[in-house]
């Protein structure tokens, strides 16, 4: 009996250590960009007046480690997201705590929530007031970032839905 109590004790200390290191674990931006968190991103797009460029992803996601891959490493892609925007990431399923243009202050868990970043990766882009442009969900290829950019950073949505700028594309 005293064998097996220690063998559950030894059990559960491991499991328990387990959840820890997951949990301590965070979500990875594409490697290379100047990805900043989202107080600071946001002061940078105000002080540059430039757009904003918010990746929602989470620790374990695959499609954002695909799209890592596949489309954030592309140069055309760092290159145009770079120059244009201020880039945030946020951690959709962390705790760590930010403050919103209006001041009140909210966890990254909980601003994926306002985003509705429920499945990841979301892809938010902002005036710089943090007024919502465009938000895009799921696994994105360099080609999809490529034309989401040429909408947002030319202006097209002032002029034009995105659902039928993105038709108008589709046999170019």
């Known amino acids: 009996m005293n064998f097996f109590n220690r063998s559950m004790g030894n059990l559960l200390s491991v499991i328990f250590c387990l959840f820890v290191i997951v949990g301590a674990a965070s979500a990875e931006p594409p490697k290379n960009y100047d990805f900043r968190r989202y107080d600071d991103g946001m002061a940078i797009a105000k002080a540059e007046s430039k757009r904003v460029f918010i990746y929602f992803g989470r620790y374990g996601c695959g499609w954002c480690e695909k799209t890592n ?39 990254e868990r909980e601003l994926g929530v306002k985003f509705k970043a429920f499945a990841t990766p979301l892809f938010a882009y902002l005036e710089p007031n943090g007024k919502l442009i465009l938000k895009i969900s799921g696994l994105q290829s360099a080609a999809d970032l490529l034309l989401y950019d040429r909408y947002v950073h030319d202006e097209i949505y002032r002029k034009m839905d995105f659902r039928a700028y993105f038709s108008s594309q589709q046999g170019e």
């Open 69 to 107: 891959k596949e489309a954030f490493s592309k140069e055309a892609v760092k290159t145009r997201y770079s120059q244009h925007y201020s880039l945030i990431y946020v951690d959709a399923e962390s705790g760590r705590r930010l403050s919103l243009p209006s001041g009140e202050r909210i966890t």
